[in-house]
């Protein structure tokens, strides 16, 4: 058997290294593909059932593998959750004889094979219907009908608790800087997860639609976890200090004190959110403002100064600038949801946090504001006291940086 199996095998590898792709036209292209796969599922299927038979000889004992999949890893160069599946598939197959036969007749796709066996190890009695379902169905609808078939066979609360048991909440930050998160957790949990987010969300999306703004649901869910968690954390800052039963939220910041005083970074320099990840200092500098914030001042690698800084708003006047801005105090804009309450002259450049230096924004204009280069200033003349009343007029112009304005708004001079 196996001088035939190797004979055939280097028959088809020579032929298959005869093909010249680049002088076959789309069509023939087309059919390769399928006698491609048609090879692709034909050794899958070997190898699956193989490995099923390994397992229960033993065979990958003995050389150094830890386990049945870490040997299949090293053996076939594959993918460590790969091996995994396949070992996993082979057991069920075992059991399931219809299901391994369509699968070494070429009938079913391994994919096909892994919804069929997932379903038809828990419930016998839908082998054949999840297998007829395979012939005309997409994987998609397939899986569908093995998450309903699994749901019925197996026990609710034990489910449940299963799910519950492998609950979690990564985060990492990716080589580009970017942070992440992933979680898992009960379909229940995560529906209050999303009650929390979506009116939130809703409102995000609303004032974006308002200004003209059009992005992803998911970059406005992104806004809307933020805007939760802004909300925890200056509840808990401003909760009478030492009382509340949690710790206020800190964050480390380390960054030079060079850059700090420059505005931005230069060769080499720190500014970073300890643990997480590299911020603009102009980020660094904004969350100067917030009481909870722990600022580490680092001179090149040394940490130079242990500061507790923040340019701390008295609770009153917190009151008081709230009271007067209702909603953002950009002309036109009238979000009143998730405002933040900037220094109208910078606190990096000595803004005081007075009355007068403080002004509630959105998140949006805030974030153009720190970053972009627009700039709330005095509008001339002031409203009268009589507009002032009514709120018609605006005592603020919305200053759009020269980059950011359209070509024919452009002082072309
Ligand atoms: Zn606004």
Known sequence: MFDKLNEAFSRLVDCASRVDVETIDGKGAARLVGIADGIRRCGDSLRTVAVG???????????????????????????HYEAQAVVMLAN??????????????????GTQAVEVAR?????????????????????????????RVVAGATDEAERHKQVHKSRYLKSWTDPDGSFNVKGRMTVANGALVMAALKPIQDEIFKAARKSGEHERPEAYAADALMALCEKATTKQSSESGG????????????????AIKRGHTENGETCEIAGVGSIPVATATEYLGEAFLKLL??????????????????????TAVEERDRVCQVPTCDV?????????????????????????LCKRHHLQKTHDGYRLVERHPQPTEGERQAGSVSPWEWRIPECARPPDFRDTG
Request: aromatic share 2%; proline share 4%; charged share 20%.
């Open 336 to 360: 009143s949801v998730g405002l933040e309450i900037d220094h109208i002259k910078p606190f990096a450049e000595g803004g005081a946090a007075s009355f007068e230096n403080l002004v509630r």
């Open 53 to 79: 038979q390994v397992e229960r000889t033993n065979g990958w004992k003995g050389e150094g593998a830890k386990s049945i999949s870490e040997w299949l890893s090293i053996e076939t160069d594959c993918a």
């Open 119 to 147: 379903g038809a190890i828990v419930a016998p009695n839908t082998e054949t219907q999840l297998l007829n379902l395979a012939k005309h169905a997409t994987v998609r609808d397939l899986r569908d009908a093995t998450n």
């Open 92 to 109: 069920q197959l075992h059991h399931l004889p219809v299901t391994q036969a369509a699968l070494r007749n070429g009938t079913l796709s």
């Open 243 to 258: 009382k509340s039963s949690r710790p206020n939220a800190v964050i480390n910041i380390r960054v030079d004190l060079n």
């Open 297 to 318: 001042v680092v001179d090149g690698v040394e940490i130079k100064t242990v500061a507790h800084m923040g340019r701390h708003i008295p609770a009153p006047l917190r």
